[in-house]
């Protein structure tokens, strides 16, 4: 995310704790970017957590707060070598780097359509998965 953020982009990232977000947001200033990173709480492994993320996203977006939609990049995970579920009662891992990207896409998809690369007849949202250990955010 610091990549696209130094390259102009407006970034929306959720982060886990708020603590996370503030280092993100030092990082960012101490680069001097111009682009800006916004960071929402999001656990990905509880159901509500990703439709409240959602829908401040989209609250934010369609107040005009924030830019378009363009992209949709889906790069976060776990892995628990023992068996957890979560409070929704499913287990961790796959609520975390499946179902909880599922829930996301699916809420969000109605937002980048509408707001999306261009809006172009014909033209399609962007959304990008990968599970990246090294990632910067």
Same mark, same amino acid.
């Given at each position: 995310?610091?990549? =696209?953020?130094?390259? *102009?982009?407006?970034?929306?990232? #959720?982060?886990?704790?708020?603590?996370?977000?503030?280092?993100?947001?030092?990082?960012?200033?101490?680069?001097?970017?111009? @682009?800006?990173?916004?960071?929402?709480? =999001?656990?990905?492994?509880?159901?509500?957590?990703?439709?409240?993320?959602?829908?401040?996203?989209? #609250?934010?977006?369609?107040? *005009? *707060?924030?830019?378009?939609?363009?992209?949709?990049?889906?790069?976060?995970?776990?892995?628990?070598?023992?068996?957890?579920?979560?409070?929704? @009662?499913?287990? =961790?891992?796959?609520?975390?780097?499946?179902? #909880?990207?599922?829930?996301?896409?699916? =809420?969000?998809?109605?937002?980048?359509?509408?707001?999306?690369? #261009?809006?172009?007849?014909?033209?399609?949202?962007?959304?990008?998965?990968?599970?990246?250990?090294?990632?910067?955010?």
């Amino acid at each position: 995310c610091l990549t =696209l953020a130094s390259a *102009g982009a407006a970034v929306i990232v #959720g982060v886990r704790s708020a603590e996370r977000g503030a280092t993100l947001h030092r990082k960012v200033a101490r680069r001097s970017m111009t @682009g800006a990173v916004h960071t929402l709480p =999001l656990d990905l492994s509880s159901l509500a957590s990703v439709r409240h993320f959602a829908t401040a996203v989209a #609250g934010r977006l369609a107040s *005009g *707060g924030w830019p378009p939609l363009r992209q949709l990049i889906l790069n976060a995970g776990v892995l628990s070598m023992d068996r957890a579920d979560t409070v929704d @009662g499913v287990e =961790l891992t796959f609520a975390s780097n499946h179902l #909880g990207h599922f829930l996301l896409t699916t =809420l969000l998809l109605p937002t980048l359509r509408a707001t999306g690369p #261009g809006r172009r007849p014909g033209s399609r949202p962007r959304i990008a998965s990968q599970l990246n250990p090294s990632r910067e955010c």
